[in-house]
């Protein structure tokens, strides 16, 4: 289906281009939210009307998102989810979890589809994702995910957890000295028998 875009969109194009797209892509997502309109000469000339509008809509949003901007940089994004021993979560932290701890802690409000996450994260530790505020604004944030307060602290001090066979082989080595140092003291005091 060909369209015209209202709006900027990521990978698609700029306002005023004319793309071809699938069809339900249009009629599910571009069409209902006004993104983009049918290409038909009657809304070719319409848009052409409507062109100054639409740009300086575009530019009030960029300049919002603009103002945003430290406010998302500077959000402390710190979550607290149960996890097991090996350190994997007990489910995902996903861009919707992302978007509700922005709106709460930098009042910044985020759709979850503007969270540039890839796939959910099913881990403790810090990991780098981005977030569009507008196609034009694309900023870097950090998500800290533990089990504790003490653990993200340990994060953000860039300190490395461990979790389950790591600690088993730390154990398992403790285990092995005690056991060498045991063996080597019986065999010290076996030649002292043989003396007498």
Same mark, same amino acid.
């Given at each position: 289906?060909?369209?015209?875009?209202?709006?900027?969109?990521?990978?698609?194009?700029?306002?005023?281009?004319?793309?071809?797209?699938?069809?339900?892509?249009?009629?599910?997502?571009?069409?209902?939210?006004?993104? !983009?309109?049918?290409?038909?000469?009657?809304?070719?000339?319409?848009?052409?009307?409507?062109?100054?509008?639409?740009? !300086?809509?575009?530019? !009030?949003?960029?300049?919002?998102?603009?103002?945003?901007?430290?406010?998302?940089?500077?959000?402390?994004?710190?979550?607290?989810?149960?996890?097991?021993?090996?350190?994997?979560?007990?489910?995902?932290?996903?861009?919707?979890?992302?978007?509700?701890?922005?709106?709460?802690?930098?009042?910044?409000?985020?759709?979850?589809?503007?969270?540039?996450?890839?796939?959910? =994260?099913?881990?403790?530790?810090?990991?780098?994702?981005?977030?569009?505020?507008?196609?034009?604004? =694309?900023?870097?944030?950090?998500?800290?995910?533990?089990?504790?307060?003490?653990?993200?602290?340990?994060?953000? !001090?860039?300190?490395?957890?461990?979790?389950?066979?790591?600690?088993?082989?730390?154990?398992?080595?403790?285990?092995?000295?005690?056991?060498?140092?045991?063996?080597?003291?019986?065999?010290?005091?076996?030649?002292?028998?043989?003396?007498?």
């Amino acid at each position: 289906m060909k369209v015209i875009l209202t709006e900027k969109i990521t990978k698609l194009g700029n306002i005023g281009d004319t793309v071809e797209v699938k069809t339900g892509y249009a009629r599910n997502y571009l069409l209902p939210n006004g993104k !983009a309109m049918r290409f038909t000469r009657e809304n070719v000339a319409l848009f052409e009307a409507k062109k100054a509008e639409l740009t !300086a809509r575009q530019e !009030a949003a960029k300049k919002n998102a603009e103002s945003n901007v430290d406010a998302v940089k500077n959000a402390k994004l710190h979550m607290i989810r149960q996890a097991g021993d090996t350190g994997q979560l007990y489910g995902s932290v996903s861009t919707r979890d992302i978007a509700r701890m922005l709106k709460e802690v930098a009042n910044v409000n985020v759709e979850s589809a503007q969270v540039m996450l890839g796939a959910p =994260i099913k881990s403790v530790g810090a990991f780098d994702t981005k977030v569009a505020l507008h196609p034009d604004v =694309i900023v870097p944030v950090k998500v800290f995910v533990a089990q504790s307060q003490d653990e993200i602290d340990a994060l953000v !001090a860039g300190k490395v957890l461990t979790f389950g066979t790591k600690k088993t082989e730390e154990v398992e080595e403790a285990k092995a000295e005690e056991v060498a140092t045991e063996e080597k003291a019986e065999v010290v005091e076996e030649p002292a028998a043989d003396a007498e």
